[in-house]
C-alpha cells in the first residue's frame, strides 16, 4: 500500500467506490471519465508502478487480471461486439495513475 496512491486508497477501501469485482488480489471498478460506454478499470490489489515493474512472480496476477478482464466484458454484454484490453506503460504511453490498471473498453454503437 502506498500511502500517496490514488488506485491503492480504493482497492484498501480508505476512498470508497463501487467495485463491480472484487476478490483478495484484484477490484473492477468504473472509469471516472469513461471514453467509452463501457469503460473499467481491472486493478490489482497490490501496488505495481506499471507493466515495466512485472516480473516472473506476477504471472499469476497478470493472468488472473485478463481472466477477470473478459468475464467483466461477457458481464457487460460486450464480449460478442467486441472490446478492448489495454495497459497504458508510463507517461509516453499514455498512463496517468502510477498503480497497474487494466482497462477493459467497448460498447461503441455498430456503425450500419
Ligand atoms: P491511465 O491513463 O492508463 O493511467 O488511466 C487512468 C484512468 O483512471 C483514467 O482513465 C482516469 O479516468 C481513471 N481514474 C482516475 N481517477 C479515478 C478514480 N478516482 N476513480 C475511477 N477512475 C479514475
Ligand atoms: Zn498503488
Redesign the pocket.
Known sequence: MKNDC?FCR?ANGE?P?KFLYEDENIVV???????APV?L?IVPKRHIRSINDITASDKEIISEMFIIGKDMAKKALVDRSGYKLL??VEKGG?????HL?L?LIGGWQKKS
Open positions: 490514488i480504493i476512498v467506490k471498478f468504473r472509469d471516472i471519465n469513461p471514453c469503460h478499470l495497459f497504458n499514455g498512463q496517468e495513475i502510477f490498471h482497462h
